[in-house]
Antibody
Framework: EVQLVESGGGLVQPGRSMKLSCAASGFTFSSFPMAWVRQAPTKGLEWVATISTSGGSTYYRDSVKGRFTISRDNAKSTLYLQMNSLRSEDTATYYC??????????WGQGVMVTVSS | DIQMTQSPASLSASLGETVTIQCRASEDIYSGLAWYQQKPGKSPQLLIYGASSLQDGVPSRFSGSGSGTQYSLKISSMQTEDEGVYFCQQGLKYRTFGGGTKLELK
């Protein structure tokens, strides 16, 4: 059974940093691109970043470029999202997802990040 | 960036009714489209990928169609468990979601 379990969320002040982790199991982690998708309270879904199978290629939405870094450790089957210079508009539930055929076929339960003073 | 526009924003349907949700892309996405269902407090679930391919385990009453810039999701016979919010998503250039359609039981 595919499982994606996020951790690392919480309350953080504007301008500070936070790192999310996603532990994957039930599939060959190194064979799939992975992504982070977020959802602000009562809002829609917003793609944040994608990383290739090897980690050699990364892609970001414009609003997080230069502030967020997606990475992976295939030996540990773990995905990361380092978030720096956080803003109030980054407040959201962050989902770890597996990418397949242009879509996101498995999702974690999500982790809440609240950026507030 | 490719923009995705869904319609309607909300709708209500009776049990057994056929429901159709539309999604329009700002440019041709060559069938690179997925549909998701999200229930309150839950993570989204993939329903359709490649515009018309049904994800494993998804009931056959769900179907997707379309090409170019126009796509649709059809539920052939509305069930209680189909209530939720539906999102489309393009996968051609980066990833973009539509704004969502809230489906309620009438």
């Amino acid at each position: 059974e595919v499982q994606l379990v996020e951790s690392g969320g919480g309350l953080v002040q504007p301008g500070r940093s936070m790192k999310l982790s996603c532990a994957a199991s039930g599939f060959t982690f190194s064979s799939f691109p992975m992504a982070w998708v977020r959802q602000a309270p009562t809002k829609g879904l917003e793609w944040v970043a994608t990383i290739s199978t090897s980690g050699g290629s990364t892609y970001y939405r414009d609003s997080v470029k230069g502030r967020f870094t997606i990475s992976r450790d295939n030996a540990k089957s773990t995905l990361y999202l380092q978030m720096n210079s956080l803003r109030s508009e980054d407040t959201a539930t962050y989902y770890c997802t597996r990418e397949e055929l242009g879509g996101f076929d498995y999702w974690g339960q999500g982790v809440m990040v609240t950026v507030s003073s | 960036d490719i923009q995705m526009t869904q319609s309607p924003a909300s709708l209500s349907a009776s049990l057994g009714e056929t429901v159709t949700i539309q999604c329009r892309a700002s440019e041709d996405i060559y069938s690179g489209l997925a549909w998701y269902q999200q229930k309150p407090g839950k993570s989204p679930q993939l329903l359709i990928y490649g515009a018309s391919s049904l994800q494993d385990g998804v009931p056959s009453r769900f179907s997707g169609s379309g090409s170019g810039t126009q796509y649709s999701l059809k539920i052939s016979s509305m069930q209680t468990e189909d209530e939720g919010v539906y999102f489309c998503q393009q996968g051609l250039k980066y990833r973009t979601f539509g704004g969502g359609t809230k489906l309620e039981l009438k």
